[in-house]
């Protein structure tokens, strides 16, 4: 499998929050550009993230989308079934680490 470094996910994850950021703007000028190319690149990004990442339980585009990039809070609390610890995945770091390194995650909160 295909590592990639926590450098180089933060960079790609910030890469599509300036696209989404930038799509916001736009939308508030009417323009609509969630249905052109840009828009299907950044979803396929997101697609290839989970496939080099090995994220089985689509950890990124819930960050991504659901969470607002880690923005609400109250969204980002994520808790561990087998003993009920919770953590805030709050920031990119905290993505990868969910994803790549999950004990390393627990051991932190």
Do not use: P
Not at 80 to 94: G, L, Q
């Amino acid at each position: 499998m295909v590592k990639i470094s926590c450098e180089q996910f933060e960079s790609i994850i910030k890469h599509i929050k300036d696209w989404n950021d930038m799509s916001d703007v736009l939308y508030k000028y009417g323009i609509d550009i969630s249905n052109c190319a840009t828009g299907w690149c950044i979803d396929d990004l997101c697609t290839v993230l989970k496939i080099l990442m090995n994220d089985c339980d689509d950890w990124i585009t819930w960050w991504c989308w659901e969470t607002d990039f880690g923005c609400k809070k109250d969204m980002t609390l994520v808790q561990r079934n087998d003993d009920d610890k919770v953590v805030y995945v709050d920031t990119v770091e905290k993505l990868y680490d969910l994803i790549m390194n999950e004990e390393e995650l627990w051991q932190k909160a």
